[in-house]
């Protein structure tokens, strides 16, 4: 169904509740609300069907630990707030300006709606968890201006999408055996503009962050500026990040989408082992385009020069399970990095072995309780021999095999063994 016309139809459900007299204490026709200054506060833990939140403005619903149990939530005021609890629902429509989820464990109900929560303009995400929802647990459509920081999507299908809407900003969270962590996706063709991924944590999702165009429209006006900076993708099923662009024909021109995107700075490390292969997603960065010709049927070609409007710069890829960057047709940017990924060629498309670490060699060193790694050496030529153990970070190294197995169970302690001058400490005249 078109969505518009869904918003539509879900706008006269909630406009048809009849105005009963539980609205006469709060309007949030739930049991146990109580009216609070500058908002509303749940008393205990509750069961309700449907709310409507309207004709008020910059309010708080504050759950107040309990955990709130709705069919469904129509939020229509500006400024409205919902915070510290649980909330388990099947679906949220939030449709007024500036509303904000903070402190809130988001679970499904029953019947969750694969659009789980609709955000509205300007929309706040903070400090919420979202588990186990089977649709897209946060979408961002034709509702520009939000972010989202210091939150948890663990076990959705999809943590994010934004399909259709511009500005939006992710920022330091974490997302965790999603199918897709964040999905870009311009869904009518246009808008999606000028969002910016970073600093975030993706581990064991299907897809880390994907970025695709699929429908036969001008796609030049969706999918612009887009940003994805400085996250750590580790472990994903498929590829870190997936970027897909299917160009059109124009006045007789190309024209494709994804124009001014900015890959810069990720970390890409173990991605790509399922074992179920789709396409060639089994990199630390995949990025393909085609060209789309005729109508009927239409035919879809292979296109690198597609990607033109993609640059990656300053990224690290590092044991994937294929490339580290599978790009062929995208803008080098320059110092991106790709050592130990599974096929040899390491990466194509942009220039990425960095030579000056890997004439480095490390062998026979031996490293303990350090207070992160014993050996953080991504890159540099493993020479063999190198042991480490009871360091601060569990990993105890990275860029070597430094685990040998006669180091882990042995127990070295240099504890007996008096300390010599530091180099910068020497006996002078
Ligand atoms: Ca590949």
């Excluded at 409205?80 to 500036?98: A, E, K, Y």
Aim: hydrophobic residues 35%; glycine residues 12%.
């Amino acid at each position: 169904m078109n969505r518009f016309i869904y918003f539509f139809i879900i706008f006269l459900s909630f406009a048809w509740l009849p105005l009963g007299e539980a609205r006469a204490n709060t309007p949030l026709d739930c049991p146990a609300v109580i009216a609070v200054p500058g908002g509303y506060r749940l008393t205990q833990n509750t069961t309700c069907d449907q709310v409507s939140w309207e004709n008020e403005n910059n309010k708080f619903f504050n759950l107040n630990r309990f955990t709130l149990t709705i069919n469904s939530i129509g939020v229509f005021g500006n400024g409205l707030v919902i915070r510290n609890g649980v909330l388990q629902t099947n679906s949220i429509f939030w449709l007024g300006d500036g509303g904000t989820l903070s402190n809130l464990k988001i679970t499904k109900g029953s019947s969750p709606r694969g659009f789980f929560i609709e955000a509205g303009p300007n929309f706040t995400v903070k400090r919420c968890t979202f588990s186990e929802i089977p649709g897209v647990a946060l979408d961002f459509f034709h509702a520009p201006g939000g972010r989202v920081i210091n939150s948890v999507f663990k076990n959705n299908w999809k943590g994010i999408s934004i399909q259709e809407a511009d500005d939006i900003l992710i920022e330091n969270n974490k997302f965790v055996g999603n199918t897709t962590g964040v999905n870009l996706f311009p869904e009518h063709g246009f808008k999606t503009n000028n969002n910016t991924i970073r600093y975030n944590i993706f581990r064991e999702n299907a897809m880390g962050i994907t970025m695709y165009t699929d429908e036969r429209l001008v796609p030049t006006w969706g999918l612009q500026g887009n940003r994805i900076v400085k996250n750590k993708i580790y472990r994903s099923g498929h590829s870190g990040i997936l970027i897909a662009l299917n160009c059109v024909e124009d006045l007789g021109h190309p024209s494709c989408p994804g124009q001014d995107t900015k890959i810069s700075g990720n970390l890409l490390k173990s991605n790509g082992f399922s074992s179920e292969k789709v396409l060639s997603d089994d990199d630390g960065v995949t990025a393909r385009a085609t060209m789309e010709l005729g109508t009927n049927p239409p035919m879809r070609t292979p296109y690198p020069a597609g990607l033109a409007g993609v640059t990656l710069s300053k990224n690290r890829a590092n044991k994937n399970a294929d490339l580290g960057f599978d790009v062929n047709g995208v803008t080098d940017g320059g110092g991106n990095k790709a050592n130990s990924n599974g096929n040899p060629a390491q990466c194509e498309g942009v220039v990425c072995k960095s030579s000056y670490l890997a004439g480095v060699t490390l062998s026979k060193n031996l490293a303990n309780k350090n207070a992160d790694l014993g050996f953080d050496v991504n890159g540099v030529t493993d020479g063999g021999g190198n042991i480490a153990n009871s360091n601060g970070n569990p990993a105890q190294c990275e860029g070597g095999v430094c685990k040998s197995s006669y180091g882990t169970d042995l127990d070295i302690s240099l504890d007996a063994i008096p300390y010599g001058p530091l180099p910068s400490d020497q006996l002078r005249h």
